[in-house]
């Protein structure tokens, strides 16, 4: 019985189940609350795009760089920034219009999400957004 194998527990709200395979072997397995989940922190590469929709809604679009670093072979520090499509809609919109600036650092939590389009010229382009439900301003340029 599952019930007997199984332990349920609730950690800061994330559901974890431990599977008690046999004494010495617990396997922990995240549930569908972390499926799909971006958390990152970093800085606005270009000011915020605000989209308004015939029906009123709006959407903010804009770019946003994370860094990294390590050291190669030699030693040598090497940076790198990577960068990610930031889409907001909903309320969060508001924040991003009175708040959110140019280089400012922020955080934000939400899914990752793909599409794909065909160019003038007939191509397909495929692209990959951060879709947020969650943003925390962090500071300023």
């Given at each position: 019985m599952l019930s007997q194998l199984c332990s349920?527990?609730?950690?800061?709200?994330?559901?974890?189940?431990?599977?008690?395979l046999h004494k010495k072997c617990t396997k922990t397995y995240?549930?569908?609350?972390?499926?799909n989940k971006v958390q990152l922190i970093g800085r606005l590469g270009q000011e915020p795009e605000i989209v308004t929709?015939?029906?009123?809604?709006?959407?903010?679009?804009?770019?946003?760089?994370?860094?990294?670093?390590?050291?190669?072979?030699?030693?040598?520090k090497v940076?790198?920034?990577?960068?990610?499509?930031i889409i907001i809609t909903g309320g969060l919109v508001k924040v991003v219009e009175n708040y959110v600036n140019k280089g400012q650092e922020i955080a934000v939590e939400g899914k990752l999400t793909n599409r794909s389009y065909d160019t003038k010229e007939g191509e397909k382009r495929y692209v990959t957004e951060i879709?947020?439900?969650e943003l925390l301003l962090l500071g300023n340029k």
């Open positions: 349920v527990e609730n950690h800061q709200q994330k559901q974890i189940i431990n599977l008690h995240l549930m569908n609350t972390l499926r929709f015939k029906d009123g809604n709006k959407m903010a679009k804009f770019s946003m760089a994370t860094d990294d670093s390590y050291k190669d072979k030699s030693g040598n940076e790198r920034a990577y960068w990610h499509n879709l947020v439900n």
